[in-house]
């Protein structure tokens, strides 16, 4: 993807990481979350990865985790802001995940959670991981999904139209499930599965929402944002809108967050491959139980 097509202003996108690095730790429950549930998952392979890479590990968290996991050999930290990769313990590479620096077939594993939705070039960042791994390399990855942030999405759209004539793109625009496994696809991984779990937040108002994005490193960095901040009387009617469609019973507001989880493995010859069309050796009807219809009672074919 050429940078006429860049969605991301991804310098800007850094130094958002580089200024909320010194208290990364006090917002990083999503990614707690997500690190719990890639390790869990990674629990239930039964093999080995002698050598892996983390890909966006903004202060650690899911690296030291990472490492604890007895099948797991050796750990690579990525991430291109280098006061947070600063915080990572072990193996640290400064990179952006659109330029991997490691060699074709090099790596048993490769991790990232919640930084590949923010790269310009994602299926190009898929195939350079794809191309990456071994042959039966396994890729864990989870990313946010296109409802992430819809309410607040639907607040700022609706302010900027009521009183401004027209609206920037403040939210990113997120992938979604199909989109994803359409990508792994174009990749050429082999067995992808693609899933997502909706994650509610709540918060005292929406300030309190954005406030902690912001601390999150996750401010604005649309290219195709405009420059200027939003007048007040806009951020106020915002923050109103929000309450009024989103907010709760007992005076909070709620935020949502889709996170979205890839597994997939650079292909291997060992691995189960579906049948060519017209070689099974089992009639559909048979595995289910059921009887074939006679001939003289089938419906006939549409020519």
């Known amino acids: ?3 006429d097509h860049d969605i991301f202003d991804r ?9 909320v690095a010194a208290g990364a730790q006090a917002h990083e429950f999503l990614l ?18 002698p050598v892996a890479v983390n890909l966006g590990a903004y202060h650690g968290l899911f690296g030291r985790r990472l490492r604890q996991v007895p099948s797991v050999g050796m750990v690579v930290d990525t991430e291109p802001s280098w006061h947070l990769l600063k915080q990572c313990d072990g193996l640290r590479v400064q990179a952006h995940e659109e330029a991997l620096p490691f060699g074709e077939a090099s790596l048993d594993l490769v991790t990232s959670g919640l930084c590949l939705h923010l790269v310009n070039d994602l299926p190009g960042a898929l195939v350079q991981i794809r191309r990456a791994l071994k042959p039966d390399g ?38 979604d499930v199909q989109d994803l496994g359409a990508l792994l696809q174009r990749a050429r991984f082999a067995l992808p599965v693609v899933d997502a779990d909706t994650v509610k937040v709540t918060y005292p108002d929406a300030l309190a929402l954005m406030r902690e994005l912001r601390a999150m490193g996750a401010a604005n960095a649309l290219k195709a944002r405009r420059k200027g901040p939003l007048r007040r009387a806009t951020l106020a009617r915002a923050f109103a ?16 967050f889709e996170i979205i989880t890839l597994t997939a493995w650079a292909p291997h010859a060992s691995q189960q491959q579906p ?4 070689t099974a050796q089992v009639r559909l009807a048979e595995a289910l139980g059921r009887k074939e219809p006679m001939g003289d009672t089938a419906r006939p074919r549409r020519r």
């Not at 942030?149 to 609206?167: M, Q, V």
């Not at 049948?275 to 017209?278: I, R, V, W």
Request: hydrophobic fraction near 50%.
């Open 275 to 278: 049948l060519a069309p017209g």
């Open 11 to 19: 310098a800007l996108l850094v130094r958002w990481r580089d200024r």
């Open 241 to 256: 809108l929000y309450q009024e469609r989103f907010g709760l019973a007992n005076g909070r507001v709620a935020a949502t």
């Open 1 to 3: 993807m050429t940078a």
């Open 138 to 175: 396994l890729f864990l990855a989870a990313l946010l999904g296109g409802t992430t942030l819809s309410e607040l999405r639907n607040a700022l759209l609706a302010a900027e139209e009521e009183l401004e004539g027209g609206a920037s793109p403040r939210v990113a625009p997120f992938a």
């Open 32 to 49: 707690a979350r997500v690190a719990d549930d890639l390790i869990e998952r990674l629990g239930a392979v039964q093999r080995r990865f």
